[in-house]
């Protein structure tokens, strides 16, 4: 950065400044806040969800939709793109693994049979960088997952496998928690469900109550790991039910006390997941949010800086929730550089949040319990011409990563260097 243009930045940031201390907004509060954010990036945006394994089942056939050049082949090749990616983004941010990512040694270990030293390399990385690391039994890309059907498969043989394998999930958590000092987030999601309309709903969903009670039956070390369960409205093969949907997850992580994710991929096209914040935040501890953007299906397009986006993280603040959410990002784009996905994606979370801290939350909540809904509107509606932008860029520049579109040259000459070679 040049110093005409750092100091252009400086600049800006202090017209900001006086223009929020106008509204009674101290945008240093704002920023303190910010910068304890730690994001989950999701490691499959780095190989399109292909993993390490060797398996006979491929789940990228029908998930990436292109073939941008450069992805990950190995986990050293992805955990140096992510090295990259971090020195990309303001504060200190996490990793979330899914158990495909499993160094193994070249030997093949069934998904039941994984251990806390098939992701020692992970921790070891995570270790050196001070990256927290949460994680995800691979419940799909499987011939055991073949019909559609995991944990409430109506085979016992083939239900308990997918037990055992979310019960060694849960220990590779603890063991993540316990060795970097941040406790992981062990987040279940399962594709079981039905193309069409069934006949018997309450079966499945039966065995998927057993199931999961008996994977959480094991006490582990407090402090280390949250279980969370993760619901969806339909998916590829699930048009018309699915087994873990929003109600049965709802029900269960409250009866249960675990921890329910939503992903702002996994319901109607036109149905937000910011509305429901505040209803479960009333009963639940915590939540995780999966941030992804569906484009009239659940497509895990790269995070923009949306209304959608924006309401989700006014949400996260007008309920004061910004400490009891787990935020991880959740696409994996090949049509575009890799990289960039994650940098423009994590960026735009953070940018989302920064804007909904920088609310005159006080005057906003008085003007609305005056019923003064005239104001309120009238403040709302002048926020968004508010120069937030001005605070990111300051605090970008504060937090020594690129300002504005800096970033593009970096990933750019790292695509010439690194990633070009990579066939």
């Known amino acids: 950065m040049t110093h005409a243009s750092e100091a252009g930045t400086l600049a800006a ?93 070249g030997r093949k270990v069934a998904r ?10 992970w921790k070891d990385w995570a270790k050196a960088s001070g990256h927290g690391l949460d994680f995800n039994p691979t419940c799909f890309s499987s011939p055991l997952a073949g019909d559609g059907f995991t944990l409430s498969h109506r085979n016992p043989g083939i239900r308990r496998y997918w037990i ?58 407090p402090g280390t790991n949250f279980d969370a369960l993760e619901p969806k409205l339909f998916g590829i093969g699930s048009e018309s039910y699915v087994t873990g949907s929003m109600e049965f997850y709802t029900a269960y992580a409250v009866s249960r006390n675990v921890l329910l994710t939503l992903d702002s991929g996994h319901f109607h096209p036109t149905e937000s997941i910011a509305d429901k914040l505040s209803s479960l935040l009333l009963f639940l501890d915590r939540l995780v949010l999966h941030v992804s953007r569906g484009v009239r299906w659940d497509s895990d397009h790269v995070v923009t800086y949306g209304d959608d986006l924006l309401a989700t993280a006014q949400e996260v603040i007008h309920n004061n929730a910004l400490e009891r959410m787990h935020i991880c990002l959740d696409f994996f784009d090949a049509s575009i550089n890799r990289i960039a996905a994650w940098v423009i994606g994590a960026r735009n979370v953070l940018r989302a949040l920064l804007a909904a801290l920088l609310e005159p939350l006080d005057t906003l909540r008085r003007l609305e319990s005056d019923r003064d809904y005239t104001g309120r509107l009238a403040l709302l509606e002048e926020l968004k011409g508010m120069p937030s932008s001005s605070v990111w860029d300051y605090h970008c520049l504060r937090s020594g990563v690129p300002v504005g579109m800096e970033y593009i040259g970096i990933i750019r000459d790292y695509e010439k260097d690194v990633l070009s070679r990579r066939l």
Not at 112 to 121: D, G, K, M, S, Y
Not at 176 to 202: H, Q
Request: glycine content about 8%; aromatic content about 8%.
């Open 164 to 221: 055992e394998h979310c019960i060694a999930s849960r220990r590779i958590g603890e063991f993540f928690g316990r060795e970097l000092g941040t406790p992981a987030v062990t987040n279940i999601w399962i594709p079981d469900g039905f193309k069409d309309t069934p006949v018997d709903r309450m079966t499945p969903r039966l065995l998927l109550r057993n199931s999961l009670d008996n994977i959480f039956a094991e006490k582990l070390c």
């Open 112 to 121: 039941n049979e994984l251990l806390p030293e098939h992701f020692n390399a």
């Open 13 to 105: 940031y202090e017209i900001a400044r006086e223009r929020y201390a106008g509204l009674g907004v101290k945008t240093e509060e704002a920023l303190a806040r910010l910068a304890g954010v730690s994001i989950s990036l999701d490691c499959w945006q780095g190989d399109d969800l292909a993993g390490f394994e060797d398996r006979d089942c491929n789940f990228t056939a029908h998930g990436a939709t292109a073939r941008y050049p450069g992805r990950a082949r190995n986990a050293a090749e992805l955990r140096r793109d992510l090295d990259l990616v971090y020195t990309l983004l303001p504060g200190r941010h996490r990793l979330n693994l899914h158990a495909m990512y499993a160094e193994t040694g």
